[in-house]
């Protein structure tokens, strides 16, 4: 009897060890993300000034370039879709009726370098008029229609070949294909969206500057800490991970903040731009950032943020990393 509770002691201090586990490695790299995470936004709102000023600066310094994209957009969605710059008008002859009309566009439509061909008859071309506003009083004067029957003709290939081949149609008066405004259009687009690129790399550059400054000041305050953590044997990645989470809180700030003061930007200048358009018989109207491309310039001024906190952090890191003596 006592021979077997002697044996069922050593049995249950044999079990103790394999109930304490070692924490696993993958839980303690995810605790100390979350806790990097929440902790570096902790340092974030604990100074506020310092954070306004460089959110602020990061903030200006991204909305430049995202301006001047965002105005490029309008003005090329103001001129027309390259579609409509790339129609042709065939103005067909007097005396050219309908049903000839509505042959001829069949025949158009069965050419392989030809997408469209919409007809509009002389009463479409006529309500069209009229409702332009103002040549009310002058379409009745007239009395009779003068307009001819229209083909609209989106070609598929060259535009130049078509023309000089609509214009051998016998039935053709007029043909009207205004390509060169559209393409110096198309090359101060071209040019401007260059300008953009080159903004963005330049203001993104100061931006990375402006957050790795930051972060390095705060590296400055603590580094007796990080001495501490080195002399315990603690990795770069393990040091590195709070920086890298501060700079990127510092970008997601700015993106935010471009953001908003971009489309502060658009709705103060919206009213008198539409009140213009309207002037000229337009309904154009200032568009901003829709929700996808919002988040999406949002999130890259975060990965701008972390990206520059690494730069800095793994410089100062190499600098002060313990050597073997």
């Known amino acids: 009897m006592s021979d077997n509770r002697a044996d069922s ?43 306004a000023l460089t959110v602020g600066v990061m903030a200006v310094a991204l909305a430049l370039p995202l301006g001047l994209w965002l105005v490029l957009d309008n003005v090329a969605r103001l001129s027309g879709n390259v579609q409509q710059s790339r129609e042709i008008s065939v103005f067909l002859k007097q005396d050219i009726g309908s049903a000839r009309a509505t042959a001829l566009a069949d025949e158009l439509r069965a050419r392989g370098n030809i997408g469209k061909v919409e007809l509009r008859t002389p009463q479409q071309g006529l309500d069209e008029l009229r409702a332009r506003g103002g040549l009310g009083d002058a379409i009745d004067a007239v009395g009779e229609n003068p307009l001819p029957n229209l083909l609209v003709v989106t070609p598929k290939g060259d535009e130049t070949l078509l023309v000089s081949s609509l214009r051998q149609i016998p039935e053709a008066d007029l043909v009207q294909h205004d390509s060169l405004w559209r393409q110096r259009l198309d090359g101060w687009l071209r040019f401007g969206g260059r300008v953009a690129w080159v903004l963005a790399a330049l203001l993104g550059l100061g931006a990375l500057l402006v957050v790795g400054n930051t972060v390095r000041l705060d590296i400055q305050s603590r580094r007796e800490e ?3 953590l080195q002399l315990l044997g603690a990795t770069d990645g393990f040091i590195r991970r709070p920086f890298l989470y501060l700079g990127a809180w510092y970008g997601l700030a700015a993106g935010v903040l471009s953001i908003a003061l971009l489309t502060l930007a658009a709705t103060a200048l919206r009213s008198p731009l539409a009140e213009l358009a309207a002037s000229y018989g337009s309904r154009f109207e200032l568009v901003g950032f829709d929700p996808l491309p919002a988040a999406a ?16 952090t793994g410089h100062f890191l190499r600098q002060t990393r313990p050597t073997d003596t």
Do not use: M, N
């Not at 002691?9 to 605790?31: I, L, M, N």
């Not at 310039?297 to 800095?312: F, K, Y």
């Open 9 to 51: 002691r050593p049995a249950k201090a044999e079990r103790k060890p394999r109930a304490a586990r070692a924490p696993s490695s993958v839980g303690t790299w995810f605790d100390h993300h979350l806790y990097s995470f929440v902790a570096s936004l902790g340092r974030v709102v604990r100074k506020p000034w310092a954070t």
């Open 226 to 228: 990080i001495g501490v």
């Open 297 to 312: 310039i949002v999130l890259a001024a975060a990965l701008l943020g972390w990206l520059g906190a690494g730069l800095v």
